[in-house]
C-alpha cells in the first residue's frame, strides 16, 4: 500500500468580479496591468448535493493582486509632454460557492461517538459518605472510552487562470494643459469574469500490484 495524491475532481470555476480603484495621482494613460492570482481558501463539503455521494460543495476565495503602471503628465509644449511613471498594487477580492462532480469519490472514515464502559463491582460506596455500602453500578463515576479517526485532508490546487476584464474610466478631469489628450482620470471601474481552473485532491492508499 502506498499513499498518493488522488485527484477528486477538476472543475473550472467561473467567477464574476466588479472592483473599483482609484490611482494616487492622475493619470494621463494606463501603460500595463500585471495580474496574479491566490487562494486563500478553497474548502469542500462532501455529501452536500442532496445526499448524491458523487457531488460536493466546494468554497473558495482569495484574491487578485494587480500592479497597475501608468503615465503622469508634468509639462508639455506644442511638440511634446514629459511626465513620470508611477505605479499603484492594489488586492480585489473574490469568493464564490459551486457544485463539483466527483471523478473519484474522497474516502472518509465516520468517528465514533463516545462510549461508556461498564466495570463490574462487587461493592460500590455512594455519593453520600454517610450512607452504606451497597452492590451495583456507582452513580458518582463513570468510566468512558473515546475513539477520534483522523481523515486525510482534502487540498487544492490552481492549475490555471484566465482574466478577461472591462476598465471603464470614470470622472475623467479636464487638464490645464492644451494638448490633444486633455483629460486626465484617477477613478477606475473594472469588470471582471475570471475562469479558474483548479484540481482538488486527496491523499488515499492504493494497492500496488
Known sequence: MINVPVVLSEPKVTISIVSSIKLQYPALEIKRIRKNVYLTQCKLIPNSGDGDPDVGIIFISGFIRKNIEYA??????????????KHTTVKVPFNCTTRIIFLNRPIFIENFTQNEVEMSKNFIKTCDPGENTILGDTLCEQNLKFTELFNEEIFCKLVKSEIIQCDIFENPTKSKYQTPINYMLKDIKEKIVMNLTIKILQNQQLKIP
Open 72 to 85: 503622469t503628465k508634468n509639462c508639455t509644449n506644442k511638440n511634446a509632454l514629459c511626465g513620470n511613471i
